[in-house]
């Protein structure tokens, strides 16, 4: 074998491991659409709630946080994705009522239902670009 033989072979081989261990790489995260950062509004009994989020699926669960400002940050609790449906619960500020969240997801939008103690109410997030 000569030296360019060599060299290209050395090549081939490098670039085989490079494209390996992307794929590994993006394995471990779904290409969902739920990925990203969104705006999440809410109308309640208890009032209007507002929040940047952030949320990541990887292989079926859901993790992320809603950032209500003020330093007030609810992180994603029991997160799973199944498809375009989501679900989760969020603890509010640790007291004892606990949203539980479903929502079906699309491209650029999120609707879903909110429950917590008897009451269900609507939510949306939008994507933010």
Do not use: H
Not at 10 to 30: H, M, R, W
Not at 69 to 98: K, T, Y
Request: include cysteine; glycine fraction near 10%; charge should be negative.
């Amino acid at each position: 074998m000569n030296n360019n033989t060599s060299k290209t072979l050395a090549k081939i081989f490098l670039l085989f491991t490079v494209v390996s261990l992307q794929a590994c790489s993006s394995s471990n995260k779904d290409d969902s659409p739920i990925n990203g950062d969104w705006v999440f509004t809410m109308s309640s009994p208890f009032g209007e709630l507002n929040a940047d989020v952030t949320m990541q699926a990887t292989r079926g669960s859901l993790q992320g946080a809603f950032d209500l400002g003020g330093g007030r940050v609810w992180p994603v609790e029991n997160g799973a994705v199944s498809g375009s449906e989501i679900s989760f619960n969020l603890d509010r500020d640790g007291s004892p009522m606990v949203y539980e969240m479903s929502g079906t997801v699309s491209s650029t939008t999120v609707e879903g239902t909110a429950k917590a103690m008897g009451t269900e109410v609507p939510w949306r997030m939008t994507k933010k670009n």
